[in-house]
């Protein structure tokens, strides 16, 4: 109806004014509805609730690359942490009406108060509730926030507000003949429950309102009666309100300002969902994009898309499942009273039929398809920060696309490609940007394989905008980021996790300002607890000059200096302890012992062999009497372990701490350190029956007053063992010290115990253990003494 001349909002013949249409937003029937007023009123102007500064962006999305979900972003310039998002998928009414309005070469602006204002209220939200509140008042029914889904539903006599949608409005088509009729019932249903609950609660809408009635109010004036506005339900009433402009002005005064900037960023089914913790979300935005999509037999194709999802899980589901979870899906609509299958009656469906009654493959189903994991586009003449744009091309010289479901990649960083990948990850959790999750390789644990647990969430884009303080390209903003880093670090531990993850993304010239101030605050630090914190990082950093060609000898300077410092404190470190330090001095002890073992001939010149001054610390500190005891049983095992200590003699020293004179919990502390600590303790005593034997005598001979004491510790101890491992201890220990000895001698014990090594099994692997280990095969037959080389070269 061209010039503005449409059928009265109220029915029947033509009415002046604007033509309102509320909507749900990220509702596919409202999206209907919506397209099908645009074509019947053919306006001359459409309005949209959104902010004004994205009107230059709306042309973006007449684009090609453009592919929904998408959002608006907002951040400010100065602060670009704080921002706003307005969410945009295919079947959302603003979508739908920016659309229409490019198809028809018709303008579109948005109408909604400036995100130049809303960003400084997400930032005061606790300060105020909007500039449109009257000041603090007692309780009334405005104070409650409303949900006017909730409450239609309910008195409908639903008791679920997605389910009483989907009745009155999904099902119900875009109305007969009359395409504003919808539009009609809507508003006056809104009309009453805002003459019930005032603003419901959203006082802050009272401001916005105010906006966009003088938004509209400048549309008509430019376009006459030709505007159609596009806006939640909730605001209708509002906006048809007679509101005098100066009230409308007098809200708007004085409001706070910041500088902002827009663009559009790729948004997520998943984000869209309510349960992400967006305001206005959905429960199944999945469900509703099918819905919006499917040109006929919604029912019918969504199960044939549930049944294509669960063939690809290895799930047996025919056809003919298929066809009885639709006539199930319609039978359970016609008993509930229902005109035609919504989620709820497919979802029942499929689990009766293709999920044989399991919610398992079912929370799949609810996962990949009603809710789903569809990440959206942008064009690249979007605007962007300059650093965005870095990655951007970085990305696609990597060939690593963002995705919105979690997937694992394998790198292999001898491979150029890969190791590129590598960096973009590491530089960008350092900047913030947690694109990739580290997680642990499988098959491998060399130092040229990385496994990562890759996820683009929208919210990185923000991140990515916050990150551009720092430089221009994702280099650039990385190094000046470790720098800045490094200079706050607050304890050496950190800026020793720092000097790993600089080495990990390869930025050279980070690095040396990293390692200056590393050496000065180990120069500085004489908490031995500190130094044992940042000495296992060191190390490990130490190991990335191989694949990567890092220059670590500065590291490794520091590194053996900051060993050095450890092996002269701790013994004094480790005196009159508690037992949770004790413990953590534990922990400290077994950190440093596999740093150290890493260290190995990295050492720097002029340090000698740290391994070899470990192991004397080892010694002091297994024979102190001041030590904790968990701290002593600790050195003891490894020192048994690197074979420093020869079994006769763990078992004298086990048997010392173990006799009368000392007091049950030193006992059973030693115990701890020595067999527990996820250690291969268990093991260790399934086969050695002398020390078995002793911490049976011990425990059997711990007073019954002192049990309960030391009871929690060996509890604990214990239980860390494999169900094995304590199901092999208990026989042992049920058959006694007399007969242990003798059933392994005799071949009928426990099986794998034998008196003397089997050579006949021992020479059976030997073929494939060379293969595994890329030596070559002799043709001749090989001695059981080949075991000990090939052991070595395992080592």
Not at 9 to 26: F, I, M
Not at 52 to 70: S, T, Y
Not at 725 to 744: F, I, N
Request: hydrophobic share 45%; charged share 25%; proline share 6%.
């Amino acid at each position: 109806m061209p010039g503005g001349e449409r059928v009265s909002d109220k029915g029947g013949g033509a009415a002046a004014g604007p033509l309102l249409l509320g909507v749900r937003h990220h509702g596919p029937g409202s999206a209907r509805a919506v397209r099908a007023a645009l074509d019947a009123a053919r306006p001359r102007v459409v309005l949209i609730e959104g902010p004004p500064e994205a009107d230059a962006l709306i042309p973006l999305a007449a684009d090609e690359e453009m592919r929904p979900p998408v959002a608006l972003l907002a951040h400010a310039v100065d602060e670009p942490g704080r921002s706003a998002f307005w969410p945009l998928a295919e079947f959302s009414p603003e979508w739908v009406a920016i659309r229409w309005a490019l198809d028809h070469e018709v303008p579109a602006r948005f109408i909604d108060l400036p995100a130049t204002h809303t960003l400084v209220w997400e930032r005061d939200a606790e300060a105020s509730e909007g500039p449109g509140s009257e000041g603090a008042q007692a309780p009334t029914v405005d104070d409650v926030r409303v949900d006017p889904l909730a409450v239609l539903a309910e008195a409908a006599g639903y008791d679920d507000p997605e389910r009483w949608w989907e009745d009155v409005v999904e099902h119900r088509g875009v109305g007969e003949g009359d395409a504003f009729a919808p539009f009609v019932v809507l508003e006056e249903a809104m009309g009453a429950l805002r003459e019930v609950y005032g603003t419901g609660g959203h006082d802050r809408d009272l401001v916005r309102e105010a906006y966009m009635r003088l938004q509209v109010r400048a549309a008509q004036r430019e376009f006459g009666d030709g505007a159609a506005v596009v806006c939640g339900a909730w605001h209708v009433p509002a906006l048809r309100e007679k509101a005098a402009v100066s009230a409308d002005r007098a809200l708007l005064k004085g409001l706070p300002k910041v500088k902002v900037d827009m663009t559009w960023v790729p948004w997520t089914h998943r984000r869209l969902a309510r349960v992400s913790g967006y305001g206005a979300g959905i429960d199944s935005p999945g469900w509703y994009g099918h819905l919006f999509s499917a040109p006929d037999r919604p029912v019918e194709r969504w199960l044939t898309k549930v049944a294509g999802l669960l063939r690809a899980e290895d799930r047996l589901v025919s056809s003919a499942h298929v066809i009885e979870a639709v006539r199930l899906a319609q039978t359970l609509a016609a008993m509930r009273g229902r005109p035609l299958p919504g989620l709820s009656e497919t979802t029942d469906a499929v689990r009766a039929v293709m999920c044989e009654g399991s919610d398992v493959p079912l929370a799949l189903v609810h996962d990949r398809l009603v809710v789903g994991d569809v990440l959206g586009e942008v064009p690249r003449s979007a605007p962007a920060v300059p650093l965005q744009r870095d990655l951007d091309r970085i990305q696609r010289r990597l060939r690593l696309k963002p995705e919105a479901l979690e997937r694992e990649l394998e790198l292999d960083l001898r491979k150029e490609t890969d190791a590129g990948r590598s960096r973009l990850l590491h530089r960008l959790r350092l900047l913030g940007v947690e694109w990739g999750d580290p997680a642990a390789s499988r098959g491998s644990t060399g130092t040229f394989r990385e496994t990562w647990r890759l996820r683009w969430e929208p919210e990185l884009s923000v991140r990515v905008a916050e990150a551009g303080v720092w430089g221009t390209t994702v280099l650039a903003a990385a190094t000046a980021k470790a720098e800045a880093d490094a200079v706050a670090a607050q304890g050496l531990a950190e800026v020793t996790a720092l000097a790993e993850r600089c080495l990990l993304a390869e930025l050279p010239d980070a690095l040396p300002t990293v390692m200056r101030i590393l050496a000065d605050r180990a120069a500085l630090d004489t908490d031995v607890g500190h130094l044992a914190q940042a000495l296992p990082a060191l190390v490990r950093s130490l190991r990335y000059g191989d694949v990567r060609g890092t220059d670590t000898s500065a590291l490794a300077e520091v590194a053996a200096g900051l060993a050095e410092r450890i092996f002269v404190g701790l013994p004094p470190a480790c005196a009159a302890l508690d037992a949770d330090a004790a413990e953590e001095m534990r922990r400290h002890v077994d950190a440093v012992h596999g740093a150290v073992g890493l260290l190995g001939d990295a050492s720097a010149p002029g340090h000698g062999d740290l391994r070899v001054r470990w192991r004397s610390v080892l010694r002091v500190l297994s024979g102190r009497d001041t030590v904790p005891g968990v701290v002593r049983g600790r050195a003891v095992r490894l020192l048994l372990d690197e074979g420093e200590l020869g079994q006769d003699e763990a078992a004298r020293l086990m048997g010392l701490v173990l006799s009368p004179g000392t007091a049950p919990a030193d006992g059973a502390a030693w115990i701890e350190g020595f067999v527990g600590g996820g250690s291969g303790g268990g093991m260790l005593l399934v086969h050695d029956e002398r020390l078995l034997g002793l911490v049976d005598a011990w425990l059997t001979g711990v007073p019954a007053e002192a049990f309960t004491d030391v009871l929690p510790l060996l509890r604990r101890t214990f239980s860390a063992y494999e169900p094995g491992v304590r199901r092999t201890l208990g026989e042992l220990v049920r058959r006694g010290p007399g007969a242990r000895g003798s059933t392994a001698a005799a071949g009928s014990g426990i099986p794998g115990f034998a008196p003397d090594l089997d050579t006949a099994r021992a020479d059976a692997v030997l073929p494939v253990v060379r293969l595994l280990l890329g030596l070559e095969l002799d043709d001749g037959d090989h001695s059981s003494a080949d075991a000990n080389d090939l052991v070595g070269v395992g080592r």
